[in-house]
């Protein structure tokens, strides 16, 4: 789908009340297009990340303004995800292929180089 408000008709359609009453959590998941404006703007929430951070945002349900009932947010977004690539990513499916580019490398550490002995017995 091309814009929020045509995931809040869905979700109207699927949830009941009004696309008015689920615009704002389509409109987070679309967010990132404002800094990036083709389709790699949902690598960045478009994922079971995504949807477990819009729970964190919006909390485990919505309030319908139109009839005050409850709708668990993290199926809203499942239905967003899905409606936009016909499964729910994991963010390894979206950055697991992902060139390491020496400037993500500044200052970290190779696990492989780090002291992994265990502190010795009665040493603090």
Request: proline fraction near 6%; charge should be neutral; hydrophobic fraction near 35%.
């Amino acid at each position: 789908m091309a814009h929020p408000w045509h995931h809040a008709q869905s979700s109207a359609r699927r949830f009941g009340g009004v696309p008015d009453d689920y615009v704002a959590v389509h409109g987070w998941f679309d967010q990132t297009k404002g800094h990036l404006a083709d389709v790699r703007h949902r690598a960045l929430l478009h994922s079971s990340f995504g949807i477990f951070l819009c729970e964190q945002f919006f909390g485990p349900t919505i309030r319908r303004a139109s009839d005050g009932k409850q709708v668990p947010t993290r199926l809203i977004g499942e239905q967003h995800v899905l409606e936009d690539l016909g499964r729910i990513p994991t963010v390894q499916d979206w950055l697991g292929e992902l060139p390491l580019q020496p400037w993500m490398l500044r200052n970290a550490a190779a696990l492989s180089r780090q002291d992994t002995k265990p502190a010795e017995e009665g040493s603090t």
